[in-house]
């Protein structure tokens, strides 16, 4: 099993992360939120990880044009989970799934590392 990295393909930060990845010569596999919308199921296991709130990236554009009643969708992990997944983009990127399972978001070259050296070993 390998790497499984999840986000949005033009976005900046993704676009360190592969360039990360490949110099360091790690094989992934990625998922485009844009191609293919993360379903239910997926967002849960993240959810179950990290908790849900973690997932929403209340940072970018797609979360401050949200209304009122979207943002209190966010509040409940159930409203949160469906929207984030009709709204990929307010989804934290990037979101890496390891081979033993451990999630991790965002891009920390260090902390990618040291994860993919413990797994080596």
Known sequence: ME??????????TMKKTFD???GEGIVYEFT????SAPDAGLLVKFADKVGF??????????????????????ESEDSALALLSKKSSMIKRP???????E???GFDPEA???KID????
Do not use: A
């Open 32 to 35: 485009d939120y844009k191609k």
């Open 103 to 105: 999630i991790m978001m």
């Open 3 to 12: 790497l499984k990295v999840y986000g949005i393909k033009n976005c900046n």
């Open 53 to 74: 709130e973690k997932l929403i990236n209340k940072k970018g554009l797609t979360y401050r044009k949200l209304d009122g009643e979207e943002k209190t969708q966010l």
């Open 20 to 22: 990360f990845l490949e």
């Open 95 to 101: 979101i890496l799934q390891f081979p033993d399972g």
């Open 112 to 114: 990618i590392k040291e």
């Open 118 to 121: 413990s797994i080596d070993k």
